[in-house]
């Protein structure tokens, strides 16, 4: 396949690995964080640990937008669904995140609740068009990739004047996550936590740019490198962040120039600005609440806010204590140190969000990577 | 004198009616649809029996028998539909066991109103389907349900076939060591019924591959009879199919993923998708295991034959008391290939 093989070649990952293994230094240890949950899905999916030297450890970050969303905002759009007559549009990852009582709106929809998986945003403006007698809410979740589209939905909307569409917003925004965990105090105070370098977003870096990591690189003194998807941008990467390291350097770098500038998509981002404000706080799975954090519907666009609408509340739901996904979420644990890992939570029947999704790092272990422990 | 002809019935509108509640009914209505179209589509000896059951002379030996329901969506894909998938479904089932497939049933479940002239197309292809296969569909039933408690059609099929001495095919015969062989190019049905669906709709030149495998399986039986186990990769595609077969023999199992033949299409399409063709479904591709020193032979057999002549050896069975499918990714690392999570695409067969 055209465009993508050649960032899957294997003999140059071998290059990539030699490289790596030969300027890594043996005396000390590399913890690198990948933020994306896509990154995570690639370094699983194609076995990039296998070609990295022991002393280059990968940790899982808390860039997959399933994963981060609170159990209550879940109960919240299953809340929406039972309303009679209501429509709920979601992307599939959702449909099967655990919230209250094991309840999903996998199994909302099993007891007759009309929940429908779109794969964009306009799928649902189309639904609302095509049922105008029915309420039809889009369940918005993700970070600065998907809030564009959202941000289109909306004014389309209000274009077409269609008076049964709204939004559930639950967009979150990277950077504040990052400099949370940079901030935790299992980083700061603690030590239990090493993060000596990033690996950067690919997709939401192509929307915000490379500019928002400069902070980072400066204030935290941590390396970033702004990589692709692909199993090579993955490796590169890495020997970016390893070469940083050796040279004491802590710079924002972008491996994905391909499609990621410094200033990012502006007509996105003057979207984004136009229809949505930040939240003062907002809670996040794991990460527990994080300041101007996320993104609520700006008073113009009231009228197509779902929880102004529907008066939706605010309703927290405690994680299971055994779940590890909190740790796990920051890169404190690891899935295998999780209970509940692989036994009762599984993909089929996931306990936490972090087996939700595929870019959740232990659904990643769990369908790709698992056989290390057990060999061990 | 009168010119009214006695026993005179309107011939059905195959081209504006639709089907109604008294095509189930039982009564003439129903007799009339079964005369015009079941009886004369299908039309055999035992059919024409018109009793309740088909009599047949039974070959001694093993019988198999199976059974499969069709419920795709939508009911014409590129490259088939509803009609000859539900009979290559079936025969292909049969066929996994080495068996050669003797007789078809099909029952029918039809929603109010579905146009006739689908219906005829529908039945028109399982026939054509049955005789090209040369196995007969020898009973069968209808019903219908009201307009909203169906979705067109659905169709269930079952054969009977029966296993030549000395072959014993079976899911919990892989032994470590063993070679995995794959018929052809895999992914092929279920990107072609994606193409069309409402919410997703991508044009693409894939046609979907259903098709009976008997006539491969026959051959492949030929040159190798000791082959270990048979199966078609359909809902949950290559990767589902090994687990199972993982689990039911108690072994591992390494694939080696730039051996695997997938059309480039199917790639990209998956790629886009957010979907691993190794889950995606198959309705005219086998996957074989059998003793490493007979692999050769077999995959020479299964290329001489139309249906394989993109087979390929896919990779091994290992020890594994884990009983992990594993894959060399192209890329160099190694990898689970897991059961099938949830569903990735439902209603494709």
Known sequence: MKYVDEFRDGALARNIAANIAREADPRRSYHLMEFCGGHTHAISRYGIAD???????????????????????????????????????CYG???????????????????????????????????????PQRQVVFFAIGFETTTPPTAVAIKQAQALDLKNFSVFCNHVLT????????????????GVLTLDGFIGPAHVSTVIGSRPYEYFAEEFQKPVVIAGFEPLDVMQAILMLVRQLNEGRAEVENEFSRAVTRDGNIKAQLLVAEVFELRRVFEWRGLGPVPYSALRIKSQYADYDAELRFQIPAVSIPDNRACECGAILRG??????CKLFGTVCTPDNPVGSCMVSSEGACAAHYSYGRFREKAS | MSTVKHNYTRPLDFKQGRVDMTHGSGGRAMAQLIDELFLAAFDNEFLRQMNDQARFPAPSGRMVMSTDSHVVSPLFFPGGDIGCLSVHGTINDVAMSGAKPLYLSASFILEEGFPLADLRRIVESMAQAARDAGVPIVTGDTKVVEQGKGDGVFITTTGIGVVPNGV?????????????????????????????????TFHTSIQSDTAALHGLVAAMVAAVPDIHVLRDPTRGGLATTLNEIARQS?????????????????????????????????????AAICAPEDADRLLQAMRAHPLGSEAAIVGEVIEDQHHFVQMETAFGGRRVVDWLTGEQLPRIC
């Open chain 1, 51 to 89: 070609l990295l030297p022991a002393n280059v450890r990968m940790i899982h970050g808390p860039g997959c937008p399933v994963c981060v969303l609170p159990a209550g905002r879940v109960e919240n759009g299953i809340q929406l669904a039972q309303m009679p007559g209501l429509i709920l549009c």
């Open chain 1, 175 to 190: 950077p504040s996550a990052i400099s949370h965990i940079l901030q935790s105090p299992e980083i700061r105070q603690l």
């Open chain 2, 168 to 200: 014993n095919i079976s899911g919990e015969r892989a032994r470590p060591g063993d070679k995995i062989l794959v018929s052809g190019m895999l992914g092929d049905h279920g990107v072609a019924v994606m193409s069309l669906r409402e919410n997703l």
């Open chain 1, 93 to 131: 990852d959702l449909l099967r995140v655990p919230a209250a009582n094991g309840m999903s709106l996998l199994k909302a929809k099993a007891h007759g609740a009309d929940v429908r998986m779109v794969y964009s945003s306009a799928d649902a403006v189309k639904i609302a068009q095509e049922n």
């Open chain 1, 332 to 337: 404190v644990k690891h899935p295998r140190d």
């Open chain 2, 250 to 286: 108690a072994v591992g199992m390494m694939l080696y993923e730039n051996k695997i033949p997938i059309r480039e299409q199917v790639k990209a399409a998956c790629e886009f998708l957010g979907l691993d063709p190794l889950y995606v479904a198959n309705e005219g591709k086998l």
